[in-house]
């Protein structure tokens, strides 16, 4: 079983910036997912098992940049300008099998999820 660790998550204000890192016990490409109470879970970021592909939810796109240390099996989700609406559970993902631009965001290619960390955005 391949097991995901997320931390960084807290509570900042409108315009701050958080750093999230999801620790793998594996090299995978990986994806970012974010769930807020009443809503569906939705796609951030993602990015391939090397560090060269990587893909971004319009939402966030230009705000959020995702990056990885191959050595240590580290992804992170560099989060900047938040805004409330960023507020949700955010999730790591790993997916075995290799993905591009059309595919990253789809759930059913991650096989493993983490157990998530809280980010709240106030106003």
């Known amino acids: 079983q391949v097991q995901l660790v997320e931390s960084g998550g807290g509570l900042v204000q409108a315009g701050a910036s958080l750093r999230l890192s999801c620790a793998a016990s594996?090299?995978?490409?990986m994806g970012w997912f974010r769930q807020a109470p009443g809503k569906e879970r939705e796609f951030v970021a993602a990015?391939?098992?090397?560090?060269?592909?990587?893909y971004y939810a319009d939402s966030v796109k230009g705000r959020f940049a995702i990056s990885r240390d191959n050595a240590k099996n580290t992804v992170i989700l560099q989060m900047n300008r938040l805004k409330p609406e960023d507020t949700a559970v955010y999730y790591c993902?790993?997916?075995?099998?290799?993905?591009?631009?059309?595919?990253?965001?789809?759930?059913?290619?991650?096989?493993?999820w983490g157990q998530g960390t809280q980010v709240t955005v106030s106003s």
């Open positions: 993902a790993a997916a075995p099998r290799s993905f591009d631009g059309s595919s990253a965001s789809v759930f059913s290619r991650y096989d493993y």
């Open positions: 990015i391939s098992s090397l560090g060269y592909g990587t």
């Open positions: 594996g090299r995978y490409a």
